[in-house]
């Protein structure tokens, strides 16, 4: 194994094409300590050998003297092989006036038998070394460290080995050498260096061998590269199984340099779509990688189209926020929400302000896809300002024009519970719109409880001594312990719409929605059911002594401006 890795991760395969068997021998033997060797009897069987090679020959030593198909023909009929014709071929004779000729035929140097080790290696050196600069690049081609290729001449042999390669599939891997920095740092360059030449040899040698498998004979294509100080870049053949590949490798610079928080983070590009350019298979991997910057319970990460998608939608949808809040398209909607214990008729209690984003190119997007995004990010607490104001103008603007108060409920997210402003920020709104407390509820969803419940019970608490009522949003969703919930403060408990859902489905589900009508009892508090859309569920709930319900059975929310056909209708 160890052979093919001399070179940075390959050695250059040569081909020696030569009918005599002995002489055949003695050209393997000089050549198989600096080459990958391979030989052939005659031309015929050389073209049918390039023909399969999953790697390309980087020289062919070609003999003129043969049977069957000797070397001017084999000059001849493989001047325009897609294949051959950009490997420097060197002819062997001991006829020397056939030189003029072989060169004429395309040759690019000759050597004259008996074969003089050190002629021969001296010349296949230094006819590589001129094919390469030539026809590659002049840049460096390797990384005088760890002896991996450079990356622009990693990516150039990538394409070159394709434009060669049937459609094996392949694997772009991006290893990174985390808090690399703090190894220098602590135990000085040096250690740094060696650490880097570790990964630098034994990672394409781990990658061989995985590939490999049982199959000790068979020579994968597999490159490394190091683009950046303690970045890697390795090209394999596809292989569905890296898990244990890193392992070793990182116990032994840890055994180096113990140093915490090191270690080796790696984004794969499975199977790698051949249609993208070489440089963007590897912006995938490396995009994976990154994704895992800091996580410390994931060592690899697998890049995926549809991940990616989803993440870059999410990154604009950050991007734009602001813009949008100050260009106001944001929008929100009310939901109406009906007490169904006053009388036989349901009497309009309230309302639920609900977001929407009328994005100037995406169109309207709902919360789902926003709000749980600017939660991980802290946004939510400029965008759940945006609804409370939004909110108290409607409430103020229903009691000019009609004379009454339908309190709005709004959404408090968990990151807003932890700001020490939340309380005088909604105190001044409700100053600005000249209401009280008493005029807007505050919806917290259960699971925020159970997030830190002291923390957030003592916010409730002082919130309440304000006058606001917590309504628990999402009751039954977060699975909190019975125990707990009868502890926490909250006013009004808010049914997750699941039990609404399930209630026609089966007698279980049903008696669960008692349940939990029950717990509301026991706490004394009142239920607000969501998510009721049909009259069955609306009489079910009213006979458990549901007291308000809301859901697409009165109304979808809707815009302001709708909501006010609600309140002329209560008052007619
Ligand atoms: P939520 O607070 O539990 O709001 C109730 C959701 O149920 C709303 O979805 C509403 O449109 C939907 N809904 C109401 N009645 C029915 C019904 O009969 N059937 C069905 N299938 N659905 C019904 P929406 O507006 O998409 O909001 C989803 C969630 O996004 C909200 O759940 C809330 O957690 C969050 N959200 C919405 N607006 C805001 C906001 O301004 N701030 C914060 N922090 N979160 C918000
Ligand atoms: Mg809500
Ligand atoms: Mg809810």
């Known amino acids: 194994m160890e052979s093919i890795l001399k070179m940075g991760v390959f050695r250059d395969k040569v081909l020696v094409v030569e009918d005599e068997f002995i002489n055949r021998e003695i050209l393997g033997h000089i050549l198989e300590g600096s080459y990958d060797v391979t030989l052939a009897e005659n031309g015929r069987e050389a073209i049918e050998i390039v023909a399969k090679s999953k790697v390309p020959f980087s020289l062919i030593l070609l003999d003129l003297l043969m049977p069957d198909m000797d070397g001017f023909k084999f000059l001849e009929e493989t001047k325009d092989d897609e294949k051959i014709r950009n490997i420097p071929i060197i002819v062997m004779t001991s006829d020397e006036s056939a030189e003029v000729d072989c060169i004429r035929h395309g040759a690019v140097d ?87 030449k570790l990964v630098g040899t034994k990672l394409p040698d781990a990658f061989i061998t995985s590939v490999t498998k049982e199959d000790v004979t068979y020579c994968p294509v597999v490159l490394g590269c190091r683009p950046d100080s303690d970045v890697f870049y390795l090209y394999s053949e ?16 840890v055994r180096l340099a113990p140093v915490p928080h090191v270690r080796l983070r790696v984004g794969i590009y499975h199977n790698v779509d051949k249609s993208e350019s070489v440089e963007s298979r590897f912006d995938h991997a490396k995009l994976a990688c990154d994704k895992i910057r800091d996580d410390f319970t994931k060592q690899i990460e697998i890049y995926s189209k549809e991940q990616n998608e989803s993440d870059l939608y999410h990154e604009r949808l950050i991007n734009d926020m602001e813009e949008a809040i100050e260009n106001k398209d944001f929008v929100v909607y009310f939901q109406p929400k009906y007490n169904i214990q006053k009388g036989d008729k349901p009497v309009l209690s309230s309302a639920e302000a609900l977001i929407r984003w009328n994005h100037r190119e995406l169109g309207m997007i709902s919360p789902g896809d926003f709000i749980p995004l600017f939660e991980s990010n802290g946004l939510v607490q400029k965008l759940d300002y945006y609804v409370w104001c939004g909110a108290a103008e409607a409430i103020k603007l229903w009691r000019d024009k009609y004379g009454v108060t339908v309190p709005v409920s709004v959404n408090v997210s968990r990151v807003d519970v932890y700001d020490p402003e939340l309380e ?149």
């Not at 390797?142 to 392949?170: A, V």
């Not at 772009?172 to 060696?194: L, S």
């Not at 890296?242 to 116990?251: A, K, P, R, S, T």
């Not at 969803?445 to 002082?462: F, H, N, P, Q």
């Open 110 to 196: 000759f050597i004259t038998k008996p074969y003089m080790p050190e002629v021969i290696l001296a010349r296949c050196e230094r006819i590589i070394e001129l094919y390469k600069n030539k026809s590659i690049i002049r840049s460096a081609e390797k990384d005088e460290l760890t002896g991996l290729y450079s990356k622009d001449f990693f990516f150039e042999y990538i394409r070159q080995i394709e434009s060669h390669e049937e459609q094996k599939p392949m694997d772009a891997v991006v290893v990174n050498i985390e808090h690399f920095h703090m190894i220098n740092e602590m135990y000085g360059r040096d250690v740094g260096d060696e650490i880097l």
């Open 238 to 253: 596809h292989n569905g199984e890296y898990g244990e590949l890193f392992g070793e490798l990182q116990e032994e610079i």
């Open 424 to 572: 005088n920020k909604l105190l001044d709104i409700l100053n600005r719109n000249g209401l009280t407390p008493a005029d807007m509820m505050l919806e917290i969803t259960e699971s925020a409880y159970s997030d830190d419940s002291t923390g957030l019970a003592e916010t409730v608490r002082r919130l309440q001594s304000k006058g606001f009522k917590i309504e628990m949003d999402d009751f039954g969703s977060g699975y909190s312990a019975l125990n707990t919930i009868t502890t926490l403060p909250f006013d009004i408990l808010k049914m997750d719409m699941k039990f609404v859902r399930n209630m026609n489905k089966d007698e279980k589900s049903l008696k669960l929605v008692e349940l939990v009508m029950e717990i509301a009892r026991f706490m004394n508090v009142p239920v607000v059911a969501e998510g009721v859309e049909d009259e069955d569920q609306l009489n079910k709930l009213k006979d458990m002594g549901c007291e308000v319900i809301q859901g697409f059975y009165f109304s979808r929310p809707v815009p302001e401006a709708d909501f006010r056909a609600f309140i002329e209708k209560e008052i007619s």
